[in-house]
C-alpha cells in the first residue's frame, strides 16, 4: 500500500526496534522507516538491511524529543512507534525485580514532546495489570493529553500471524476519533501453512541454503524423548525412564507444555526468546525429531523467508538471535496496525 502519488504513506520513527520488527510491517504497509532506536548493538544488521532505515545505537535517557523531531520531515504525517521491553511485564518475570518498567513511561513523555501525528505501542497485555494498574494508567493518561488513544488485547493469529501471542496494542492519534483495530476475517494460518515447505533437518544440522534454518543440537536422551513425543501431546505419555526430575517433583507436574511438539493444523505456541530449545516449551517440530530452526522461528513470528538476521559467516548464536527473534513484534501485526494508520491519513486527506 502506498499513497497514490507514489509517495510514502508517512514517516516513522521506532524505539525500541530490535531487529525491526514493527518497522518492516510499516515498510510493508508503504511508511517510510527513518530510524530506529534500540541499545542492542546486535540488531543493527538485521535492521538497517531490511528497512533501508538507519539504526541509532542508544538509550531512550540520552534520545531528547528535540533529535527526534529533527529527523521528520515535515512534508509528511509522522508516526511514532515502539515496543519497550515487554519483560517486566510478562508472566514469567513475576516475582523478580525489574525496573525497565519506567521505559514506558519515558516513551510516553517522548511522544508528548515530539509530537507525531501517530503514536503506536505494543506489549505484552499483562502490563494492563502491572502494579495494579497504575503504570498503564500513568502511561495513557500522559498520552491523552495531546491524542486520541484506542487500545485492546489482540490475538496475532487473528491478524494473519501463525502463532497463538495475546498483545496489548495502542494507536493514538490527533484525529477526532480513536482507531481501532478490528480483527483478521478468516481461518488463522497454521503451522503446515507458515513452515511446511521447509527443508528437512536433523538435529543440530545447518541448511546448506539458509544459514538461519538450523537446529540446536540434542542429546542421546532428548532424541528419544522427542520419538517418544506426540504433536499436541504431553512428556506425561512418555514411558518412565524418559522423565526428569522436574516432572516427577510435585512443582513440575503443571508444566504439560514443556518438551511438547507443535502441531501441524493450528497456529505455534507462543514464539519466546529460548523457543529454539525443545525442552522449552511445546516447541518440537511437528514430525521432524528436533526443535524448531531459528528460521521456523521467525517465520512464525511472521518474518519474510528471506529477512537476513546476520552477516554471512558470521552467526552471532542460538541465544543472540533467539532473544531477538522471540523479542520482536509479529511484522503482520505491525502492518495491520500500519495498515489501520494509513486509512485514517486517507481519509484525512479527502476530507
Known sequence: MSSSSGRPIAEVIDLFCGIGGISHGFKRAGFRVIAGYDVDEGCRYAFETNNDSRFVAKDLDDVSPKELRRRFSGELPSV??????????????KGKVDDRWCLLQKFAELAIEVEPDFVSMENVSGLMDYKGGTIFHDFISTLRKKYKCSHAVVDCSEHGVPQRRQRLVLIASKGKSPITLEAKQGAARTVRDAIGHLPQLEAGEVCESDPLHRSSRLSNLNIERIKSSKPGGTWREWPDHLLTACHKAETGKGYGGVYGRMEW??????????????????????????GMSLREAAILQSFPEDYEFFEEGKFPGFKAVGRWIGNAVPVRLAEQIANKIASEIKNCEQN
Do not use: D
Not at 265 to 290: K, L, M
Open 265 to 290: 493444523e493450528r497456529p505455534a505456541p507462543t514464539i519466546t526468546t529460548q523457543c529454539y530449545g525443545y525442552g522449552n516449551g511445546r516447541f518440537g517440530h511437528p514430525t521432524q525429531n528436533r
Open 80 to 93: 511514532l512507534v515502539g515496543c519497550a521491553p515487554c519483560q517486566p511485564f510478562s508472566t514469567y518475570k
